[in-house]
């Protein structure tokens, strides 16, 4: 029997499996439509369609934190904060969604905890970690039992400056065991050790908030597979299931950072360093930009309404998938997104009692996609895709055909702003980037982004609805660590003593996970003083000397320069501030090879049938797996295989690298 690493992608329409052979290098993928009351069903049925396996590791890509910060599903949540601060969460940040021409008519959305579930308790700490006041633990008492005969079960603690001392929280967290041991309880020197107190309580928050669920969720998938697992975090690593579920804030974005890792190797090893990624699934699309291999980090992220400040893989998500509905605005204008028909119901064309049309349908309806999904798995009922649309038409007062085309044409206009926010509005230029684009629905677009992005091609990966999963076998075990020290005048003893510390942290964790010689990777945010946000630099390995914190100045000025625009390098009177330390910990695993033939050879055949591209043609059918290395397919054409489909319009060129990869360019 094969001994094999399995990746398994849960996303919100399928479920994408990958099994790759420890000897041979194989990789087999599959599909199957997702279960969104019990997400560990659709994820033990893609297993189980592989057949009989020896598996030696899984490693999980999961949307269930996500869906719940989406869907705003959290309740009985509490908050114990410094006295004296118990509005951190009302007054927030100034600033107001889509500027302050906005300001008159924005409504300020619930907080993550109302202000009468808020307590404080007394005692404070200054900036440096020194106690002022000590610790009330009488009025910690107070509170513990206050939430405890309230039923509320899961609270976040954050005290001002706990980021230079933890002393407080963790005392707070020992009464919380003792007087309330039913809590779920985190701390922000765990979950972010970090200034900015409203961020930092809002990240804490949310991890108090998903940690029942992911537990739950986790222990359940546990029981079923019988085996240890890993799952996937939003800082592009991987973490195995039984410490994931301590800090299951880190997998906010656990499915959409396994694509973007997935396609950064795949689009490397073609030859393209730089690309963006577009993951187009059934319910939403998720875009990154690729720099010399590797996609780029923040801290400045956000799920839903929350701001998240963990370190994650710079992702752009839009309701813009091939499940997102189509509706008429009141003013009679039509719409598409955010709304998604997911799997259940689906599309109309799934057959599964879905009323409303999407994009998927728009598809059906021109022809663009066959008649079934998966090989034929999923037949699709065209008639009732070309009924949606023509009451749709009718509505509208457009012929079908228009109607169906202005669905996709919204569509992409919705993914090409996505690819904008994180080029155009990062002083990055779209017109120097290939994209990568994969996901069921990924493909679909391509042309049309070409055009309306100036993009020089899109390569579409093989087997591109299963991308992600394969992305899950490419990512080594990380953990970041990170300490808040703002100052101009970083001596070098503190600089090596708090990177020590933050390595020795890191060590302890990987050495849990069973690796003996881990990688540090460090970094450091700087500004110049008086500045409100911060620049992220890498930092070199090795002992500190005034050489090596030149270095680090110096990268810092060259990184200010390619955001902004501009730096003071030169000018004394703007100081350099330091204001954290961060520290990678990488356990590194062995990723899969890239196969230069990917498929399995089939003989071409003369399949030809009615396609709508602006109007009808004749269109030659192609299959993915028939195409051989230099192939070279003119549009109007489409290439169709298990997972996805690529439409190629007329005007356009499509080519196969010796890797399987599709080529699409203009002309």
């Known amino acids: 029997m094969r001994s094999v690493r399995i990746g398994v992608d849960t996303g919100g329409t399928f479920t994408d499996v990958v099994a790759v052979d420890e000897q041979t290098g194989e990789i087999v993928t599959t599909k199957t439509p997702s279960t969104p009351a019990n997400p560990a069903d659709g994820f033990v049925t893609g297993i189980e369609k592989l057949g009989e396996l020896d598996v030696g590791s899984i490693v999980h890509g999961t949307t269930v934190a996500t869906n719940q910060l989406l869907e705003d599903r959290i309740a009985d949540l509490g908050f114990i904060t410094t006295e004296g601060f118990e509005f951190i969460l009302e007054i927030a940040r100034q600033s107001v969604p889509d500027g302050y021409g906005n300001s008159y008519f924005w409504v300020k959305p619930p907080r993550i905890v109302p202000v009468h579930l808020v307590k404080t308790v007394g005692g404070r700490l200054d900036h440096l970690g020194a106690e002022v006041r000590p610790f009330a633990e009488d009025q910690a008492v107070e509170v513990a039992r206050w939430f405890r005969a309230r039923g509320i079960t899961s609270i976040g603690v954050c005290f001002l400056h706990s980021y230079a001392n933890p002393e407080h929280e963790r005392r707070m967290r020992d009464v919380l065991a003792r007087e309330h041991p039913e809590a779920v309880v985190s701390i922000s020197s765990d979950v972010l050790r970090e200034y900015r107190e409203y961020e930092r309580s809002v990240t804490t928050l949310v991890d108090a908030a998903v940690k029942p669920a992911m537990r739950r969720y986790i222990a359940n998938l546990s029981g079923r597979l019988g085996i240890p697992f890993s799952v996937m975090k939003s800082n592009g690593g991987v973490l195995s299931a039984r410490e994931v579920v301590n800090q299951p804030i880190t ?201 309306i992005l100036g993009l020089p091609a899109v390569v579409v990966p093989p087997d591109p609805g299963n991308v992600s999963a394969f992305g899950l076998l490419t990512v080594d075990v990380k953990n970041d660590y990170v300490r808040t020290y703002v100052t101009r005048d970083l001596s070098l003893e503190t600089a090596a003593r708090i990177y020590g510390e933050l390595e020795g942290e890191a060590a302890e964790a990987l050495d849990r996970e069973g690796f003996d010689d881990p990688v540090y990777a460090r970094s450091a945010d700087l500004r110049y003083y008086g500045q409100a946000y911060e620049v992220r630099v890498p930092v070199p390995s090795g002992p500190l000397d005034d050489d090596w914190r030149a270095r680090v100045i110096e990268g810092f000025h060259d990184a200010h320069d390619k955001l902004y625009g501009y730096a003071y390098r030169d000018d004394p009177r703007h100081q350099v501030e330091w204001v954290n330390l961060r520290v990678s910990g990488i356990g590194p695993i062995t990723r899969p090879a890239i196969r230069r033939r990917p498929y399995q050879k089939v003989e071409p055949t003369a399949v030809r049938r009615p396609v709508h591209f602006e109007e009808p043609h004749d269109t030659p059918i192609h299959q993915r797996a028939a195409l051989d290395p230099g192939a070279v397919v003119e549009g109007p054409a489409v290439i169709e295989e298990y997972g996805s489909t690529i439409p190629i319009h007329p005007g356009f060129t499509a080519k196969v690298d010796e890797y399987g990869n599709v080529e699409v360019r203009r002309g």
Request: aromatic share 4%.
């Open 251 to 451: 997998t906010v974005l656990s499915g959409p950072a396994a694509g973007a890792l997935g396609a950064a190797l795949i689009a490397s090893t073609a030859g393209h360093p730089s690309v963006i990624t577009l993951d187009g699934g059934g319910t939403s699309t998720d875009v990154a930009v690729v720099i010399d291999g590797e996609p780029s980090i923040t801290t400045e992220g956000s799920v839903g309404r929350y701001p998240c400040k963990i370190p994650m893989i710079d992702i752009v998500t839009v309701g813009a998938g091939g499940g997102s509905i189509a509706w008429i605005s009141p003013e009679g204008t039509l719409k598409v997104g955010p709304r998604s028909a997911g799997a259940d119901p689906g599309p109309l064309c799934y057959g599964r009692g879905g009323t409303e049309v999407t994009v998927t349908d728009a598809h059906v309806f021109l022809g663009r996609i066959p008649p079934h999904l998966l090989g034929g798995e999923i037949p699709l009922d065209a008639d009732a895709a070309r009924a949606g649309i023509e009451a749709l038409a009718d509505k509208l007062g457009l012929a079908p055909e228009r109607t169906a085309t202005g669905i996709l044409e919204i569509s992409a206009f919705n993914q090409s702003n996505a690819i904008r926010r994180l080029t155009v509005k990062r002083g990055l230029d779209v017109r120097d980037f290939p994209l990568v684009t994969f996901g069921g629905s990924g493909p679909l677009l391509a042309c049309r982004l070409i055009d």
